[in-house]
C-alpha cells in the first residue's frame, strides 16, 4: 500500500496510532501502537463478547 499524499500518515498521526484493526466492512474498529496492541486486541474481544476456549481443549474435543 503507497501513501504518496501523506493521507495515511496523517491520519495515524491524528489518532495517536501506528496499528488499525479493520472490519471486514472497512470500518476501523480499533486503533493502537504495538505495546498496546495485545490489551487493544483483548478489550475488542471482550466488547464483542468473544471467549477464549479453555487452555485444555485440544483438537480432537473440537473436531
Known amino acids: 500500500m503507497g ?3 501523506g493521507r495515511l500518515r496523517s491520519w495515524f ?3 495517536n496510532a501506528s496499528l488499525v484493526v479493520m472490519r471486514p466492512d472497512r470500518f476501523v474498529a480499533a ?3 504495538p505495546q ?3 490489551k487493544t486486541l483483548n ?3 471482550s466488547v464483542m463478547t468473544l ?3 479453555d487452555a485444555d481443549v485440544s ?3 473440537v473436531a
Open 43 to 45: 478489550k475488542l474481544a
Open 3 to 5: 501513501d504518496t499524499q
Open 59 to 61: 483438537v480432537e474435543k
Open 31 to 33: 486503533t493502537a501502537i
Open 13 to 15: 498521526a491524528q489518532h
Open 51 to 53: 471467549t477464549r476456549p
Open 36 to 38: 498496546t496492541l495485545g
